[in-house]
């Protein structure tokens, strides 16, 4: 069998290794746009925060490691067309047009930061770095520019925010909606970090709309927004990325905001042809189909594609779209519905506030939780967390448990371990509302 895999990146890569395990025999081929393999998009971060020295050690598996499992990896190779009746693909490979026929096809191309809606944005003034070239670009732009804006207030543009305010960059950060992070958070979770970034000087420009962008002689960048404007050194762009798929043929359908429609075991229209990552969308929260690109999902809807490829065993659960950073002093973590993302469901909804103490110690830290809940049931539907202490893992054990359904007693009754050092008397994710500091109900 000869499985041909568009797209080296995360998708990509578990889907390979998942084939080799599932099938030690198979012919597995890598088709990668890019002249270099395994970077990780947000390592220009990684560099600025100063937990990496080189741009090139922000990579996640090298060519090597993916040969010693036997996976024929081809850097450089552009896909241009594919034929999906006769099962062959053409694409760009050192300058010459090349051939591969398929028996099975995992289409994992990921996403490009563009945004179709802002004039401008295409301009290479205009800094993305998602992948490892863009990266190097905008380190040395931003390293030689005093003002930065930076257009999204999602989780790559408040990082970015916070990781150049601490390089004494002065930072503009442009969002539409009425708070930073609103997909993740509700307005009260998030008003912390608010409060932090305009203590640090952040320029936090809330409900505003990019509509275009220019770049004058001087290469300064002016960001228009309706009748106000921002002038800067550079501009970075954080909007919400985006599939490119111009080399389908007309077999394979798409759903209106041009990802590949698949079914629950990611296969598409097309028989033999897969789909996985930010190609497609995937069930979320509110159990609509939505388009949620992170790591995480790309990962396992690669794996789960891999485990299909024969015949169809396996379904994709959907994405809770989890997430978990550090910014401006807080650590931040989300799983699940929001309250803000219940009023546009059917679903009636309670929620829970409270803060709790972190260990058992006369000194120890708090972290605030909400949780939003099944109003007639009271199954767990999404939890968010903040504290100034590294809480992030604890995100994983509330998203199992949405993902399994657990009730609001079925946390009063989770298991878990006591040491008065690292824990309080009742574990931080544990539903008691005696251990609470403080509780707010609400009903929505």
Known sequence: MKVVIIGASFAGVAAALEVRKKHPHAEIILLEKQSTLGYIPNGLHLYWEQKIEHLDEARFITKEQLETQKVQCHLGATVQKINTTQKILHYDYSEQEELISYDKLIIATGSRQLS??????????????????EAQAALVKVEESQHVTIIGG????????????????????????????????????????????????????????????????????????????VTSDAVIMGVNVRPNLHFLDTQVELHMDQTIAVDRYLKTSVKDVFAVGDCIQLSGPGEDMVYIP???????????????????????????RTIGTSIFGHYIASTGMTEAESLFTNQKVKTRRQTVRLNSLPNSETVTLKWVYDADTEVILGAQMISTANILEKINTLALAIQTKQTLEDLQQKDYFFHPAYSPMVSTTNLVSWMEERIDEDES
């Open 116 to 133: 179709e809606k802002i004039d401008g944005s295409a301009h290479e003034s205009v800094l993305k770095y998602k992948r490892y070239g």
């Open 294 to 320: 992170l790591i995480n999902n790309a990962v396992r809807t690669g794996i789960v594609a891999a485990a299909n490829l024969m015949e169809p065993t396996v379904t994709f659960n959907g994405s809770l």
């Open 154 to 229: 999602g989780q790559v543009g408040v990082e970015a925010a916070d990781l150049l305010n601490k390089k004494q960059k002065q930072v503009t950060l442009i969002e539409s909606m009425d708070y930073v992070l609103f997909k993740y958070l509700d307005e009260e979770m998030i008003q912390p970090i608010e409060q932090k970034m305009i203590e640090e000087g952040i320029d936090l420009k809330l409900r505003q709309t990019v509509s275009s962008i220019e770049t004058n002689e001087e290469q300064k960048v002016t960001v228009h927004l309706g009748e106000d404007s």
